[in-house]
């Protein structure tokens, strides 16, 4: 272990006592196993601005916490689904959307815009913030818990069976958009929970999220120019974020 370290090292008797003191007094009960997709997260989330960096296992162990809400997130996700639910086979809107879902689709759509603009410069900071506000505060928060009332009502009639049809559309597009977001940073996680979506194409689309299209702000420019020109019941856009 890390004791071992030291004492197979150079320092001095003197130091190394201190040093295994120090890790004694910050962790009695050892490090937390955290596993390596949330490490990845958390080396990428650091804002570097040398070669050295303070790494905090206690934020490594919130992003552990994090990969749970993932699991969690689409374990609800799925069961809401259903096992015969059939995705469409392009991401567009039918025009019935309501202002949850057209909202939630406006957030995935600024996701996307801001991780490809993280990648083209480098900002790898800047993605982790992207993914992690958009899948912990806007679909977990808001999103999943203001449809719950809309799927436990579908099956009461058949307008709200159409309602229920079409937040799990909207519900399946935000889940394959933000695992592969996701996939370059946690592959583990996020192909373990990919494997679990139906596909809209199942003859010809790739077997692994490690190969599929990353998202780009064209694939979702249809949906977000649709969305431009839908007005909510506030009769503003600001409510999308536009």
Sequence with gaps: GLHALFTDSNLDPVEVAKAKQGQTSDYPNGIP??????????????????R???????????????????????KFAMK??????????????????SVSDRWILSRLSAA???????FKAYEFPAITTAIYNFWLYELCDVYLESVKPVLSRAEEDSSSQRQA??????????LDVGLRLL?????FVGEELYQRLPRRRPQS?????????????????????????????????EVFGF
Excluded at 210 to 224: A, C, G, H, I, N
């Design 52 to 74: 050295d960096i303070n790494l905090d296992v206690n934020r490594i162990l919130g992003y552990r916490h994090f990969c749970n809400k993932l699991w969690n997130a689409v």
């Design 165 to 174: 049809l079409v937040c799990r559309q909207t519900l399946y597009t935000c």
């Design 80 to 97: 809401t689904l259903g096992e015969n639910f059939v995705p469409s086979e392009k991401a567009l809107l039918c025009g019935e959307e």
């Design 205 to 237: 689309d790739p077997p692994s999220i490690t190969v599929t299209l990353y998202p780009d702000s064209e694939e979702v420019r249809v949906v977000k120019n649709e969305l431009m020109y839908k007005h909510s019941e506030y009769g503003s856009l």
């Design 33 to 50: 196993e955290c596993g390596t997709d949330a490490l990845r997260f958390a080396l990428c989330a650091y804002t570097s601005q040398g």
């Design 183 to 187: 996939s370059p940073i946690m592959p």
């Design 112 to 118: 996307v815009a801001l991780c490809d603009a993280g």
